[in-house]
Every structure is written in structure tokens, then in C-alpha cells.
């Protein structure tokens, strides 16, 4: 059998490492240099009809198996994710850019997400309902859904692929996984790793290739029961149109542009600060990265003064480099895509008070300053599209309501954060806010034990929290008729 780690990174099929069936590779380039680093095997329409039918052979010995002993798989692969998180750490920014220290917390994050999907696993309760007639009773029994296709971006590519993996395998799923062409490596390393776990053949896939080509083969093949898709809210809705001939279960995990809210309670250089690590984490290419912010009037000048200050400060350059705080965009096309967002809002009145510009310190990489606007309109692009962008907008506004109002204003509806002290006025924003996470004086909310998911066009369903299991899982009720005493 051949290794992953030879130099052709292969996808993973049926418990094997193998080359696409037609041969075809893809070379994966490092942002910040723009050179290929590595080939992976780069399959076919027929790599993911294989993988399928492997899911499918392997599914009933996997769901015949205790939730104790597939747990066993998913917490030692957590296990080694921690353990050799230096590694594959590496190896994320290497294909993604981001600095260490983030592509770090983004692999114990996701060994976080095996540890606690294993435990929950365990409590896959289905109830007994009371009974309304004597010799009648009620129960609910929990089922896999089947074999599910787990298809995912870029952005996080462990993280996002882990908190799809993880559950389904939990709930006694098999899963198909197509990570983003771009990021591949890294998940031929997780898949190294599960292996190592114990892995049985079959349970986990993995396929590289063409989106449309094997989005075509999971949404065609009845064998595939679910799709879970993480991206953008345009092929989320490709993948529900095509998810209907065959009823299957869907996940979506899509866009967002979320608001980010400073009232005048609170000190403005702490929310600028906060603001900052919000905005300026992955360069702004994270789907709950705040990316319009509303700052009372009182305080807006504070405000931005602060934050112009925390990104000049921001130290931008080859994420392996030490101290460095932001890489480079994660591809030549992203970087235009934000020249053009900010030209755009320069053209219709925005003031650039930090960044704007390509960096032109780097002779290679898709380099980007941090950038905070001001002069701010609806018109912006940046202001109606999701902006992916290290790109940091800043209104003012004077009241609650018209706040509320604002930021409700976008068919998005993933997250939002609220800075202030006032327990009132948190509680009203909560109430408030069309968001299905939403940060108070918090600007990192995920964790694995909480769902995650979005309102709106922002998606359908949750991840993580037992909700996450749930996603996995269908209910059958049943109706017990007692023979009489
Ligand atoms: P994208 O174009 O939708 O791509 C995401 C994934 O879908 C990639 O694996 C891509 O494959 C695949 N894909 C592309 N076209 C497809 C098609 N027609 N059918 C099926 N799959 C297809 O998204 P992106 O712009 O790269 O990623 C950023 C988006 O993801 C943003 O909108 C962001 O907000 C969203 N996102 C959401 C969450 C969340 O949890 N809500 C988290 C992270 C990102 P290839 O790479 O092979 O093209």
C-alpha cells in the first residue's frame, strides 16, 4: 500500500491511499511565496462514486458498533491532533497562510471538537413518551442518517472538515469528504491520523477533485443520505435545489456579514481592541468575522482613533515567521476581489485612514494591508456582499433601535456582537439581533459544546452542541401495543 506521504498526496478510499482513477493531480500553492509546495491526486466523478460505495459497505458493521467503542477512534484522533499539533500546524499555513499561532489553535480547536463529539456520542437518548390509553406506549429510538458528503472551504479546513467528521462517525454516520482544492494537505494528514486511530476501512473518506463533479455524484447516488456543506449561500442553495429529487437531509453552513455594536457604556479603546481581533483573524476571511461596525456617536472618534492605532500595529507577513500576526490572503483572486471592494467604497465617498493597498513590502504573496474606512453608505459593495476581507468599515449611529434595524438589514443572518456593560441593553441585543450566534464583549464565540449555525440565507441547521449529533441522527417512533395482564 502506498503511504500518503510519499511525494504525491493521495486521497483516501476504502482504507487506501490511492491516486485518482484517471491520474489527474493538482499542485497546492503556498500564498505567501506563490509556489507549489506539494501534488495531491486530484479525482473524478468515479473517485467519489468508489468512495461512496465504500461509506456504504462499511456503514452497517460501524453503526452495529457501541457509541463507546466508535468514541474510541475519535478521541484518539484528538489525542494526536495535540500531539503533533506543531506539524500539522505547519503544514495549514503552508497551504492557507495564516499565521502559526492561529493554524495552532485551529488544530486543538479541532481535537477539542473529536474529544467532544466522542462523549457525545454516548448520549444519543431517544425518550419514552407518556401514554394517554392503558396498553399503549410510546418511545423514540435514535438511527444514523446513512452515508453522508461533507464538503467544506478553505478558510478552516481541519476545523470545518472536524466538526462534520466527528459527529456523523459519533452518530454511527460513514462520511465522503471533499475539502476546498486550494487546502487539501492538511486533511491528508488528519487522515493519516485517523488511521493511526483505528480507523476501519471505509468509515472515512477522502476524495479531492472538481466541486461541481463530485457535489453531482453526492447529490445523484441514493446511497449518499446527507450533505453537510460549509461555503458560500450561492452553491448552499445549488445544493438544496439539487437535494430535492432525493429528499436528502441537508447542513448548511453558509455566509455571513455580521455587525459589530459599541455603545457608549463601555471603553471604546477596549471595544477598538477587541474589534481588532475580531476583524484582522485569518485577514478577515472567517464567516463570523465582524464586518460592519455601528459605533455610538459619544464614542466614535475614541473608536476609530483606537482601531486605526491596534491595526497599524499588526505585524503582516509569512504566517511561519515569528511574531507575525496576519499572513497573506489565501489566494491572488481573493486579494483582487479586496482592491475592488475598496476601490469600490473609495469611488462612493469612503476615507481610507489605515491600509487600502496591496502591501508593497513583499515581492511574492497576496498581501493585503489591514485596512479601517470611514464615510461609510449603503451603496458600498462592502456594505451589501459578504466582504471576506481585512477590510474594518466604521459607521456611527445614536440609537437602539436604529441600530437594531441596521444590522438586521442583510439577507445574512450568522453572527453579531454587541460591546457593552449594560446587562439591559446586552439582553435587548439578544433579543434583538436576527443572528444565530451573537458575541457580547466577545469576539472568538465558537466552542465545540455550543451550536453553531446561522438565520436567514446565512444557512439551515446547526454544528457543533448536541444539536451537531442531532444533525446526524433521525428520530423513529415507535408505538408499543401491551398484550392485556
Ligand atoms: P465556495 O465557493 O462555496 O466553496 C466552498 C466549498 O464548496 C469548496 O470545497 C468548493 O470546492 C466547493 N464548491 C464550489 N462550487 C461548488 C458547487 N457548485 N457544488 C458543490 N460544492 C462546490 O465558498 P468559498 O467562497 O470558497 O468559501 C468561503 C465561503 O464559505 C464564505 O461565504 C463563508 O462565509 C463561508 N463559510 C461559512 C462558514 C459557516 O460555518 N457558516 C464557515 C466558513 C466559511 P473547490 O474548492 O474545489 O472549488
Redesign the pocket.
Known amino acids: 500500500m502506498a503511504t500518503a506521504t510519499a511525494s504525491l498526496r493521495r486521497m483516501f478510499i476504502d482504507g487506501q491511499w490511492v491516486a485518482a482513477e484517471d491520474g489527474r493531480t493538482l499542485g497546492v500553492i503556498n500564498p505567501a511565496t506563490e509556489e507549489v509546495i506539494a501534488d495531491v491526486a486530484y479525482g473524478s466523478r468515479k473517485d467519489a462514486r468508489r468512495a461512496l460505495e465504500a461509506a456504504h459497505r462499511a456503514m452497517p458493521a460501524w453503526m452495529k458498533l457501541s457509541a463507546w467503542d466508535r468514541a474510541k477512534v475519535l478521541k484518539r484522533t484528538a489525542d494526536i491532533l495535540r500531539e503533533r499539533a506543531d506539524d500539522i500546524a505547519r503544514t495549514l499555513t503552508l497551504e492557507q497562510g495564516k499565521p502559526l499561532a492561529e493554524s495552532k489553535a485551529e488544530i486543538l480547536h479541532s481535537a477539542d471538537t473529536f474529544e467532544w463529539f466522542a462523549e457525545e456520542g454516548k448520549r444519543a437518548y431517544g425518550q419514552v413518551i407518556p401514554h394517554s390509553q392503558p396498553g399503549k406506549r410510546h418511545l423514540t429510538l435514535k438511527h444514523p442518517v446513512g452515508v453522508v458528503g461533507a ?6 479546513p481541519i476545523t ?1 472538515q472536524a466538526r462534520k467528521i466527528a459527529p456523523a462517525l459519533a452518530a454511527g454516520c460513514t462520511i465522503v469528504c ?5 487546502t487539501p494537505l492538511c486533511l491528508v494528514q488528519l487522515f493519516e491520523y485517523m488511521v493511526e486511530a483505528g480507523l476501519p476501512a471505509g468509515v472515512a473518506n477522502l476524495v479531492i477533485g ?3 463533479e463530485i ?1 453531482d455524484e453526492f447529490l445523484e447516488n441514493p446511497v449518499c443520505r446527507k450533505i453537510s ?7 448552499g442553495k ?2 438544496m435545489k439539487g437535494a430535492a429529487d432525493q429528499m436528502k437531509r441537508l447542513s448548511l ?4 456579514h455580521a455587525p459589530f455594536i459599541v455603545f457608549p457604556d463601555a471603553d471604546p479603546e477596549v471595544g477598538a481592541k477587541i474589534a481588532v481581533t475580531g476583524k484582522f483573524r485569518n485577514n478577515g476571511q ?3 468575522a465582524p464586518s460592519r461596525f455601528y459605533v455610538h456617536k459619544d464614542v466614535e472618534k475614541k473608536f476609530t482613533e483606537a482601531a486605526v492605532a491596534e491595526a497599524k500595529k499588526l505585524k503582516l507577513g509569512n504566517g511561519l515567521e515569528a511574531g507575525v500576526e496576519v499572513g497573506p490572503m489565501f489566494e491572488k483572486k481573493a486579494m483582487e476581489n479586496t482592491v475592488a471592494l475598496v476601490d469600490d467604497a473609495k469611488k462612493r465617498g469612503a476615507r481610507v485612514l489605515t491600509g487600502g493597498k496591496r502591501s508593497d513590502r513583499f515581492e511574492k504573496g497576496y498581501f493585503f494591508e489591514p485596512t479601517v474606512l470611514t464615510n461609510i453608505n449603503g451603496e458600498m459593495k462592502l456594505m451589501t456582499e ?1 466582504p ?1 476581507a481585512p477590510v474594518m468599515p466604521v459607521l456611527d449611529f445614536s440609537k437602539l433601535d436604529e441600530v437594531i434595524r441596521a444590522a438586521n438589514n442583510t439577507r445574512y443572518g ?1 453572527a453579531a456582537y454587541v460591546f457593552t456593560n449594560d446587562l439591559s441593553v446586552a439582553w435587548r441585543m439578544m433579543e434583538g439581533l436576527e443572528a444565530g450566534i451573537i458575541g457580547v464583549n466577545e469576539p472568538v464565540p465558537a466552542v465545540p459544546q455550543a451550536p ?3 438565520m436567514k440565507e ?2 439551515l441547521g446547526r ?1 457543533l452542541g448536541h444539536e451537531g449529533l442531532e444533525a446526524y441522527l433521525e428520530t423513529k417512533y415507535v408505538a408499543l401495543r401491551l398484550r392485556d395482564s
Not at 471533499?178 to 486550494?182: E, I, T
Not at 453552513?253 to 455571513?256: A, I, M, N, S, V
Request: charged share 10%.
Open positions: 464538503i467544506s472551504p478553505w478558510n478552516f470545518l471533499k475539502p476546498a482544492s486550494q472538481p466541486a461541481q457535489a456543506f460549509t461555503g458560500s449561500t450561492e452553491v445549488q445544493l453552513e453558509l455566509g455571513g472567517v464567516c463570523i459578504e471576506f450568522l453553531f449555525g446561522g446565512s444557512g454544528e
